[in-house]
């Protein structure tokens, strides 16, 4: 579905704000986004930027090449060294390794998926983590009132989705940042361990 994404980045995107979401910033001072971190659906990189400006090894992988553009002039300009690349998230096995990473964030992305790709997504951001990796994902909640922007997500749906692969340690009510929300959207944070399966 790359469609709609195509032309996004041509003027400022609400959810670009230009620096990092709070809530990473918060994951980061917990100390729990750590290691080799893949952020899935980066944009214009300033989560990934700001969790490598604290000594993680990042990746951030966006299927919008404009997007990936503009997080690599920015990477430079502040010297940092995230490993910024266009790819879909839906075939993360071709890009990586299988338990490449020890830790995972999307910003943003899983709640613009339709119903049909979620498996796919959970499938493949999972085999791509460590077991016993920590996953965060940061979305729209149903509790945001209105109708624009991106897809409202309810505690069930998320569980449903990610609990074949994950042990979800909890989703929590979150702002989602964003240029048109003041101070934020309402979100949830979810808090997820990749399962060991069988002998891993
Ligand atoms: N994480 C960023 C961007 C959020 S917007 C931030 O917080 O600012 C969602 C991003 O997901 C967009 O940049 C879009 O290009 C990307 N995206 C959506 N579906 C994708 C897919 N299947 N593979 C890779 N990137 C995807």
Redesign the pocket.
């Given at each position: 579905?790359m469609s709609g994404?195509i032309g996004?980045y041509e003027r400022t995107?609400p959810?670009?704000?230009g620096h990092p979401?709070g809530v990473v910033i918060e994951l980061h001072e917990s100390g729990e986004l750590t290691g080799r971190v893949l952020?899935?659906?980066?944009?214009?990189g300033?989560?990934a930027i700001y969790i490598a400006s604290k000594g993680s090894e990042v990746v951030g992988?966006?299927?919008?090449q404009r997007?990936i553009e503009i997080a690599q002039v920015k990477s430079f300009e502040r010297n940092t060294d995230v490993e910024f690349l266009v790819?879909?998230?839906?075939e993360l096995d071709y890009h990586f390794r299988e338990a490449e990473f020890d830790a995972g964030l999307d910003?943003?992305?899983f709640h613009?998926?339709p119903d049909e790709?979620r498996p796919l997504y959970v499938e493949q951001v999972a085999r791509v983590l460590k077991p016993r990796a920590l996953f965060f994902m940061l979305c729209f909640s149903v509790k945001q009132p209105g109708l624009t922007g991106p897809r409202r997500l309810s505690v069930r749906e998320i569980t449903e989705s990610f609990q074949e692969r994950f042990q979800i340690n909890y989703i929590r009510d979150a702002v989602f940042e964003s240029n048109v929300h003041d101070p934020g959207a309402r979100g949830y944070l979810t808090s997820a361990t990749r399962l060991a399966l069988g002998r891993e």
């Open positions: 579905m994404w996004a995107p959810w670009d704000i979401q952020d899935v659906g980066c944009g214009t300033e989560n992988i966006d299927f919008t997007a790819g879909d998230v839906l910003s943003g992305l613009t998926l790709e």
